[in-house]
C-alpha cells in the first residue's frame, strides 16, 4: 500500500476505499497545522471585549441583577427561566447562595463577581493565568447571561460562544506573559488548527443561518428594514432626515448584506475572495457599531472574524513548531 | 490518535446541535407566516421545526435528563438560539408607559429607567421579548417588577397604571411627508401598593 503524505494532519492514501479517503480528508481538514497567532488576537480581543463589558454596565450592574424588590425586574425571573430549561446553568443565585454560606450580603457577592470579570477581562488582555482567567471570564459572563437572560441580547450569546472556545483552546499563546514566565513548549500546531477550524465553522453557521432568515423578509429587500433598524431607539445615532437623503441606496445596500451573509461560508475559504469577504464584513460590523451604538456586538464580531479568518494561515512556521513539539 | 477521535466526536455532536438550534429557529420563522414564503409551507416549516426540537430533546418532559444535558451544554456554549436577528424583519420596537396617581389625584407619567446606554438596550431587548406570546405566562409579573422598580423612586404614589405597547415607526415616504410614530397598546395592567409593602 503507497501512501504520500501531504502533511502531518492530511494523509492522502493512494489506494484506500473512497470512504476512508474521505474520513481522512476530513481529519485533515478538521487538523490543519497552525501556529498560536490567530489565538493571540481571539485572547487579546476577548479581554478587551470583557473589560468593555464590565464598564459598560458598571453603573448598572447591581441593578440588573439584584434580587426581587431591589433591581430592574430581579434575577429571580431569568433564573428561574433557565432553572426551567435546566437546573445545572450556571446563574448568579449559585453564587449568592455560595456567598451566603461565607457570610456575605447579595450585594458583596454581586461586586465580587464584576471585579472577577473585570480582573479576568485585564489578565486575558495581558496573557497573564490564560487558562483561569478565560475560565472565570466565561464563568461570571455565563452567570450574568443566565440571570439576566430576559434583559440579554446578541453580544452575550457570541461572547459565551467565544469564551467557551477561548477557555478549551491550547492556552497560552506565544505572546502571552505566561508564554514569557513559564518558557512553556509551543502548542500541538494540529490542536490549534482544530480549534480555529470550529471558530471558522462557527461563524460559517452564524453567516449563513443569519443571511437566509433575512432573505425570507420582505423588508430587507426594499431597505425598509435598514431603515426600521436605524432609526429604532436606542439604535438612532444616525438622524432620520439625514438617512432618508439615501432612501435609494437603502434597498441595495440592504440586499447586500443578506448576500454578504449567505455566501460568506463559500466565499471566506478561497484564498482569492477571503479577503474581500473579511473587509465587507467587518465593515458591516463597524457600521452596526457606529451607527446603532451596539460597540460591543460589533467588537465581538469583530474579535471573532480576525482571529478565524484575518490572520494567514502560517503552514510553514506551524511545520517548524510541530517538528519542536515532536521532538 | 485517541485524543483526535475525541475531538472528532465532540465536533459532530457540537455542530450537529448546532445545526438543530439553527434549523429550529429558521422553521420557527416560516411557521409563524411571517416570511415571504407561500402560507404553503407554513406545515412543513412546523414539522421541520417539530423535528429540530426533537434532536434537542425538547419534546421530553422538562426533567429528563438528556433534556437537561443538552439544555445545559447548549447555554453553557452560548447555542442555545439560532442567528436570526433582525430577521425576517426588524421587529417594531415597544414602550411601557407607567402612569402614576398619587392620592391627590395628580397623575405623572413614567417609563422604566437604566442609567447607561448598554444598559439601555437590554431594557429594551425584555420589553420586546413582552410582547412574545411565549412570554406571557410572566407578562403581569414581569410588568409589576418594573412598574415597582419606578414606583420606589416615587413613593407617594397611590396606584400605578402600566400600559403596554407597540411603537410603529413611519416608512421612509411617511416620513418625508410628516408623519411620526404610532404606538398600539397591547395590554394595561393596574397596580395598587398594599400597606405592608410601602
Not at chain 1, 425571573?77 to 432553572?83: F, L, M, Q, R, S
Not at chain 1, 480549534?195 to 437566509?212: A, E, K, P, S, T
Not at chain 2, 472528532?8 to 450537529?16: D, L, T
Not at chain 2, 417539530?50 to 430533546?57: H, I, K, N, R, S
Request: with cysteine; net charge positive; proline share 5%.
Amino acid at each position: 500500500m503507497q501512501s504520500v503524505v501531504k502533511s502531518p494532519g492530511s494523509q492522502i492514501s493512494v489506494g484506500l476505499s473512497p470512504l476512508r479517503k474521505f474520513w481522512q480528508r476530513f481529519i485533515g481538514f478538521l487538523f490543519p497545522l497552525e501556529t498560536d497567532t490567530w489565538l493571540a488576537v481571539l485572547r487579546s480581543g476577548l479581554g478587551l471585549q470583557v473589560i468593555g463589558y464590565a464598564l459598560f454596565l458598571r453603573s448598572d450592574w447591581h441593578y440588573l441583577f439584584a434580587s426581587s424588590g431591589k433591581g430592574l425586574v430581579g434575577r429571580e425571573v431569568g433564573e428561574a427561566i433557565t432553572a426551567f430549561d435546566s437546573p445545572l446553568i450556571p446563574t448568579f443565585g449559585w453564587l449568592v447562595a455560595l456567598g451566603r454560606n461565607l457570610n456575605m450580603s447579595e450585594e458583596a457577592v454581586l461586586t465580587v463577581a464584576w471585579v472577577a470579570l473585570l480582573s479576568a477581562g485585564c489578565l486575558l488582555l495581558l496573557g497573564l493565568f490564560c487558562r483561569p482567567a478565560a475560565i472565570v471570564a466565561w464563568f461570571v459572563h455565563l452567570c450574568a447571561a443566565e440571570s439576566g437572560g430576559l434583559l440579554a441580547y446578541g453580544a452575550d450569546a457570541f461572547m459565551t460562544t467565544a469564551l467557551f472556545y477561548l477557555m478549551l483552546s491550547p492556552l497560552p499563546d506565544r505572546y502571552s506573559f505566561d508564554r514569557w514566565v513559564t518558557k512553556a513548549k509551543p502548542k500541538n500546531p494540529q490542536l490549534l488548527g482544530f480549534w480555529r477550524r470550529v471558530l471558522q465553522m462557527h461563524l460559517c453557521f452564524v453567516y449563513f443561518i443569519g443571511g437566509l432568515a433575512k432573505f425570507l423578509g420582505n423588508g430587507w429587500w426594499d431597505g425598509s428594514n435598514l431603515w426600521r433598524s436605524l432609526i429604532r431607539p436606542p439604535f438612532t445615532v444616525v438622524p432620520p432626515d439625514v438617512l432618508v437623503r439615501f432612501k435609494y441606496a437603502l434597498p441595495v445596500l440592504g440586499i447586500s448584506i443578506c448576500l454578504l451573509e449567505v455566501s460568506y461560508p463559500i466565499f471566506i475559504w478561497f484564498k482569492k475572495t477571503r479577503l474581500v469577504w473579511l473587509v465587507c464584513i467587518l465593515a458591516m460590523h463597524a457600521a452596526i457599531g457606529l451607527m446603532m451604538g451596539l460597540y460591543l456586538f460589533a467588537l465581538v464580531m469583530i474579535v471573532m472574524n480576525l482571529a478565524a479568518f484575518g490572520v494567514p494561515s502560517t503552514d510553514r512556521k506551524a511545520r517548524a513548531t510541530s517538528a519542536t513539539t515532536d521532538q | 490518535m485517541y485524543s483526535k477521535r475525541i475531538h472528532v466526536a465532540w465536533f459532530g455532536i457540537h455542530f450537529f446541535l448546532l445545526t438543530a438550534v439553527c434549523l429550529a429557529g429558521v422553521f420557527w420563522l416560516i411557521a409563524q407566516g411571517s416570511t415571504i414564503l407561500p402560507s404553503a409551507w407554513d406545515e412543513y416549516a412546523r414539522k421541520g421545526e417539530l423535528g429540530a426540537t426533537w434532536c434537542l430533546a425538547k419534546e421530553a418532559g422538562p426533567s429528563n435528563p438528556v433534556r437537561r444535558s443538552i439544555a445545559t451544554y447548549l447555554h453553557t456554549a452560548g447555542i442555545q438560539a439560532g442567528y436570526t436577528f433582525f430577521a425576517p424583519n426588524v421587529p417594531s420596537q415597544h414602550r411601557l408607559t407607567l402612569e402614576l396617581l398619587y392620592e391627590d389625584g395628580r397623575a405623572e407619567y413614567e417609563s422604566p429607567h437604566v442609567r447607561g446606554k448598554t444598559a439601555a438596550l437590554r431594557l429594551e431587548s425584555l420589553l420586546d421579548r413582552l410582547s412574545e406570546e411565549r412570554y406571557e405566562p410572566v407578562r403581569e409579573v414581569l410588568v409589576k417588577m418594573l412598574a415597582f422598580s419606578v414606583w420606589r423612586e416615587h413613593p407617594g404614589v397611590k396606584k400605578v397604571r402600566a400600559t403596554f405597547g407597540a411603537v410603529n415607526p413611519p416608512g421612509m415616504n411617511e416620513f418625508e411627508q410628516g408623519k411620526t410614530e404610532t404606538f398600539q397598546p397591547m395590554f394595561s395592567f393596574d397596580f395598587s401598593l398594599r400597606d405592608d409593602q410601602k
